[in-house]
């Protein structure tokens, strides 16, 4: 779910939580202070810049971040709602620093360049959620699947880029879906996708992103918001069943207690032991599966 009623919830939790305060909250997501809550062993030395990516609806702004030396597989990340922003460039580098060639894109490209919501978005502004919703419905499978085949391009004619090994494909919120759909577009490409409180995962169209499964060959990890469960009761046993009938591995987990958007560190909603345990499942499946 990633709609009004989410935005609700969100919004209700926001004004329970003592955990930080705004000013905190801002120290955070200035740099430094959010970095220290993503400690990485054994971290390989990253290089990271932004770059420009053309599609056939224009250029997509993008940020870039590889290990220093080598060649590794690489993971095609969608952001949440709010778009490309200082923490996912630092989500992309701290997996980059895992040992994979890490391109966060912005999907609103084709309305403006990053950042495209206002810094520490709150919900509970009409005009906001009104702007942040229309942004999301500009995107379409079809956009999806134009995007996806021409962000995996560009990441195969980077030097850093192995592609003789599977890649990886991850997505919170709104980006949850797109993995889906990227691993069914190129099925022998994408070895694993992550979604992390994943809307709109199970539809009643028929194009449902849990209909696809099948078309996929990726391995998957699908991190459901406890929130998001009590929404959609029935979309972890339809996920669940779509992919134990196509013979995938994967872990459909629901994380009790976790509000929807609980894993972006910028978060209102950020619940760090729950996020800690979606990214360390995230590492170990690429580890298998990226090969």
Known sequence: MCDQDTFEDMIQYQRQSSALSRRQFGSLAAGAGLLSLLPVANAAETEGHDVEIKTPDGTADAYFVHPATGRHPAVLMWPDIF?????FKQMAT??????????????????????????????SNPDVAKMLTSEMNSLTPATVAMDGKAFLAWLGRQPSV????????????????FTIRVAAQFPDRIGALASFHGA?????????????????????????????????????????????????????????????????????VYNHDLAEDAWA???????????
């Open 281 to 291: 499942r995230q590492l170990e499946l690429f580890r298998k599966a990226l090969v």
């Open 200 to 268: 709109f995962l199970v539809t009643d169209q028929p194009d449902s992103p849990h209909l696809l499964v099948a078309k996929t060959h990726a391995a998957a990890l699908i991190a459901i918001a406890g929130s998001d469960d009590q929404k959609q009761p029935d979309a972890k046993d339809k996920l669940e069943a779509a992919y134990t009938q196509a013979g995938l591995p994967h872990t459909v987990k629901v994380y009790q207690g976790a509000m929807h958007g609980w894993c972006p560190t910028d978060s209102r």
């Open 83 to 87: 778009g490309l922003r200082p923490t």
């Open 162 to 177: 192995d592609d003789k090994k599977k890649w990886g494909v991850t997505g919170y919120c709104m980006g949850g879906p």
């Open 94 to 123: 701290r997996l980059a620093q895992s040992g994979y060639c890490v391109l966060v894109v912005n999907p609103f490209y084709r309305l403006k360049k990053a950042p495209t919501s206002p810094e520490h978005a709150d919900f």
